[in-house]
Nanobody
């Protein structure tokens, strides 16, 4: 059974930082491209960042570029998202995803999804 479990969310003031983690089980982690999406109340899911299987290439949405960094550890089977200079508009549930297509920003290309972790940024 495939499981993606996010952690690290919370409440932070604008300008602060958080580090999200995603633990995986039931999959051969290094065989999957990984990524993060987010969903704010009343809005569609939004692509955040993705990383290829080897961890050598990353791609992030313009809205977070320069502030967020995605990384992975193929030994510990974990995915991370370092979020700096947080803004109130970053408030959302952040979801960890796994898929077969490197560099994709489409929800359709990710086969597995976690339940999400809440990030709230106060102004």
């Amino acid at each position: 059974q495939v499981q993606l479990v996010e952690s690290g969310g919370g409440l932070v003031q604008a300008g602060g930082s958080l580090r999200l983690s995603c633990a995986t089980s039931g999959v051969t982690f290094s065989n999957y491209a990984m990524g993060w999406f987010r969903q704010a109340p009343g809005k569609e899911r939004e692509f955040v960042c993705t990383i290829n299987m080897a961890g050598s290439r990353t791609y992030c949405a313009d809205s977070v570029k320069g502030r967020f960094t995605i990384s992975r550890d193929n030994v510990k089977n974990t995915l991370s998202l370092q979020m700096n200079s947080l803004r109130p508009e970053d408030t959302a549930v952040y979801l960890c995803v796994a898929g077969y297509y490197t560099g994709s920003s489409s929800t359709r290309n990710y086969a597995y999804w976690g339940q999400g972790t809440q990030v709230t940024v106060s102004s």
